[in-house]
């Protein structure tokens, strides 16, 4: 035995990376543990690229289906995709060699609501699952698994996974233990039952993962770090954005439409979701509680100032300094945050009825708000749809944030039409940039036009899209949400064509 590992029986299996990964077949369906960079496998995947790497040299080719909680680290996509092993993907990816791929048609993506995978891995429509592959901080004597720094699919993956191989990850901080709430209440229909969790600090399940030991084949023994990123320091765009969407807060408090504390907040990944966070360690909500997917730096902040009471998340994404904070006050974080399943911390039903303020980026929005948050130009995919669908449709506010501009003022964020639309208008309540917020509740369609272009469009775009809306009104088919087809995506075609979506 060892101190991660107390069961007799499955130390036995514990193995190396490489004859971990020769267990793994061509054409398997591998569903791995990870979400934003936090909790992947880190040696398993090398070894295995290493061996499609060489199986391909032999005019063999090696690719797997590839399914994980969400983006995971340069060690598991990167690594795979470098080697050409990856044929499908899903639900979630963020890692540049793989965009490029999957961009270029070479890899199959499935970009999926967060809070679906799980539902429909077991409805069975996703295919069956061959290997799982999961990190862990730590196996208990009686087999149960103390889960890492993200939970994401981990538990349907266990369960449905033909085999099991597991990485103890010894970076992982032991204190871990017990931040986790591991809910195993989930049914399909017609058996399904509310989900029991009326707070967001209530704990609903247990704080183990259990897995058939006969199905564990391998373990694999690490000590790696997770795929920490710095965060750059808010740039006056984002001080900006922060500024205004905590005006809008506290307008709300002020019309006591939310509470003083207001609601449990939900934010997005990236540098601006995190400015809006420190923006939050100076505004006067007080205790606030997140209801959220992952806990980044300035959410470590809010809770080091007493400004958050809880967090509830299924992952962390933080700075490497951040990281090391976090780990050197695990004990004490621990009674303030919970880790759960990505189908609990999405859960359309949980987050309708704790009534989260959702807040997440986009591409491009058009003057209407209908939301494109992963296909720039309509086509060329950049991250993908993540939670932003589960949080956007049913929260109590969903307010989406971004630059007014894209690419040094090249490309418009607000335009006349989206080129694709993730998140329809009924689905956008707030839309906030630099250059202000437009609170587009209550609005039809031609009143959102004028206050978004208004209020969200760069100078240097106003005047084209108020000379769009215009026409639009004077000879559109129908008034309802003016719109030119001929023209409404001419925007996009300039950029395509000229490196600009300004005119010559
Ligand atoms: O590209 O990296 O090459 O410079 O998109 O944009 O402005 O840094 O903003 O990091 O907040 O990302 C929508 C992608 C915004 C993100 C998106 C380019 C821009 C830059 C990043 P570069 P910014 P952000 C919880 C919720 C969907 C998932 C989600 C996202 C890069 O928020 O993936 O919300 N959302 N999940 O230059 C061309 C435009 C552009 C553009 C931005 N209009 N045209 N390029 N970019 N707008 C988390 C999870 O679900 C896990």
Known sequence: MTDRIASETLCARITDADSAAALIRPGETIAASGFTGSGYPKAVPQALARHMAAESAAGRPFRVNLWTGASTGPELDGALAAVDGIAQRLPYSGDPVAREKINRGEIDYLDMHLSQ??????????????????????????????????????????????????????????????????????????????????????????P???????????????????????FAAPDA??????????????????????????LPIQSGVGNIANAV????????????????????????????????RMASATAFSLSPQAAARLNANMTAYRDRMILRPQEISNHPELVRRLGCIAMNGLIEADIYGNVNSTLVMGSRIQNGIGGSGDFARNAYVSIFMT????????????????????????????????????????????????LVIERCAHPDYRPLLTDYATRAHGGSYGLHAPSLPGEALSWHQRFMATGTMLPS
């Not at 010894?170 to 195993?184: F, K, P, S, T, V």
């Not at 500024?243 to 019309?255: A, K, M, N, P, Q």
């Open 117 to 206: 995978v799980a539902p429909m891995a077991w409805e069975g429509v996703l295919g069956a699952i061959d290997t799982a592959i999961v990190e862990v901080t730590g196996i208990r004597s009686d087999g149960t698994l103390i889960p890492s720094s993200s939970v994401g699919n981990n538990k349907t993956w266990l369960d449905r996974a033909g085999r099991v191989i597991l990485e103890v990850n010894r970076w992982q901080n032991a204190a871990l233990e017990g931040m986790h709430d591991i809910y195993y209440g989930t049914r399909l229909p017609p058996e399904r039952v509310p989900i029991p969790l009326l707070r967001p600090d209530d704990r609903i399940g247990t």
């Open 208 to 230: 183990y993962l259990t897995c058939d030991p006969d199905k564990i084949v391998a373990i694999v023994e690490t000590d790696a770090p997770d795929r920490n990123l710095p």
């Open 237 to 262: 765009t984002a001080l900006a954005i922060a500024g205004h969407i905590i005006e809008f807060l506290r307008h709300e408090v002020s019309r006591g439409r939310l509470p003083a504390s207001l």
């Open 277 to 308: 966070l420190s923006g939050l360690a100076d505004a006067p909500f007080d205790p606030m509680t997140a209801y959220t997917e992952v806990i980044q730096d300035g959410m470590l902040d809010l809770l080091d100032s007493g400004k958050l």
């Open 403 to 450: 630059p007014s501009t894209a690419k040094g003022g090249k490309i418009s964020a607000i335009v006349p039409q989206a080129a694709h639309v993730d998140h329809i208008m009924q689905d956008v309540q707030v839309i906030v940039t630099e250059q202000g917020l437009a609170d587009l509740r209550g609005l039809s369609p031609q009143q959102r036009a004028r």
